[in-house]
């Protein structure tokens, strides 16, 4: 086959290019959060390696270099554990290391190259019928080939599958945790992860459609396009956040001393105790807080807040303010959810909130700005304050401003 390039190729090409140079650049950043960063690095490195391998196909160079045949597939049982670790890193806010069974994750890919360098050499003209034509009828080392490639495609499918739902997974519990922890979450929730966990879950999709249901578009290769341009597309799109905001990919946009556990209170605490004794469900079945001793809490939180007003705090925790109280953070947690139907994120919100619908209708602060108004109230940013007024009152401040003139 004659090599020949189109512009299709030549966009794999600098697709690549450009992977290899983020990760590079994610590999030598230095401060906190290198354990992201190389995580990072190695999902962007396995981007640019299936970038790389389509370019070879799709100019025909790839008859030229034949030991990388079979990267494709190979190199698919990457991304899972990659992106799956760079979730864990940025979820746990520590700088995660892999110890002797998470060293399991790289089993498969591990294997898989195993196998393909057991498979049978071929000729160049079956390598050509194998990777351009769909294999060479009656040829028994093809079949074999083929069949081994297909099920290591498989594999590597099931496993981004797998993968992809156990961070996402994760970054939900991560969202509902740090609820019940924290009355301002804008550092911690973890934006960026989620956008790259929905960029992921559209490229598998177009996976999935491009392997299993091309026939309802007619062709598989214009699927097989798709796929990889929405891959190149991702990768000048983290290059774009790389340059635009480098802290992004750390995660690290937490104060110190502010540490995100992805434990809820309740687990928290019973890990502290003796490993003699025997540890109760996390939930509040075995709480040792009864419906008075709840109700009685509910009020003295109250009447804590009425007075102290500590909701005005924008780093108000929930262990901070069980500590005010003299109460375990779990019992504070249990009394919020159960007797506010809430968690303690929008509890301290809506507090914030009834204290801004009346600093906005007193007369003399008829002058104060928005802004002003969302600091004094406890909120450390205009986006927040909106985003929390607008939920709970129906309306943007400035609209219950000029309702209750």
């Not at 990388?68 to 190199?75: E, G, M």
């Not at 009828?137 to 156990?166: F, M």
Request: hydrophobic share 45%.
């Amino acid at each position: 086959m004659v090599p020949e390039l189109s512009l299709f190729s030549i966009i794999m090409l600098l697709g690549a290019a450009h992977g290899l140079f983020l990760a590079l650049a994610l590999i030598n950043t230095k401060g906190a959060g290198k354990a992201g960063h190389f995580y990072l690095a190695l999902l962007t490195v396995a981007f640019a390696i299936d970038l790389g391998h389509e370019f070879l196909y799709q100019s025909h160079y790839l008859m030229n270099v034949l030991m990388l045949a079979y990267a494709d597939p190979v190199i698919n049982l990457l991304y899972g554990p990659a992106f799956y670790l760079y979730t864990r890193v940025l979820t746990d806010q520590t700088e995660f290391r892999l110890n002797g069974r998470q060293w399991l994750h790289f089993l498969p890919i591990t294997a898989a190259v195993l196998i393909c360098y057991l498979l049978p050499e071929l000729t160049s003209e079956q390598y050509a019928s194998l990777l351009y034509v769909d294999g060479l009828a009656g040829s028994q080392e093809v079949e074999v080939v083929a069949s081994a490639i297909s099920s290591i495609a498989t594999v590597a499918v099931v496993s981004i599958g797998v993968y992809l739902t156990l961070s996402i997974a994760r970054l939900v519990r991560h969202s509902r945790v740090i609820r019940q922890q924290f009355s301002s979450i804008e550092r911690i929730t973890l934006n960026w992860l989620r956008n790259l966990l929905m960029a992921l879950s559209v490229l598998y999709l177009i996976l999935i459609l491009g392997g299993y249901f091309s026939w309802l578009f007619g062709s598989d290769e214009s699927v097989n396009q798709l796929l990889y341009l929405a891959i190149v597309a991702v990768i000048y799109a983290m290059g774009y956040m790389g340059l635009r905001q480098p802290a992004v990919f750390s995660g690290k946009g937490v104060d110190p001393g502010e540490h995100v556990s992805t434990k809820l209170p309740q687990q928290a605490e019973l890990e502290t105790l003796p490993s003699n004794v025997i540890k109760p469900r996390v939930k509040y079945q075995t709480s040792a807080l009864d419906a008075g001793m709840s109700a009685a809490l509910r009020d003295e939180l109250a009447q804590h807040m009425a007075v102290e007003k500590t909701y005005l705090n924008n780093k108000l925790t929930l262990s901070q303010l069980a500590e005010q109280l003299g109460i375990s953070s779990n019992y504070l947690s249990q009394v919020i959810n159960e007797q506010f139907e809430k968690n303690f994120f929008d509890y301290i919100n809506g507090l914030r909130v009834e204290e801004a619908k009346s600093l906005l209708t007193n007369p003399n602060r008829s002058d104060t700005s928005v802004l002003a108004i969302a600091l004094d109230s406890g909120f450390n940013s205009k986006s927040s304050f909106y985003t929390a007024f607008n939920k709970i009152v129906g309306v943007t401040p400035s609209q219950y401003r000029k309702n209750s003139v």
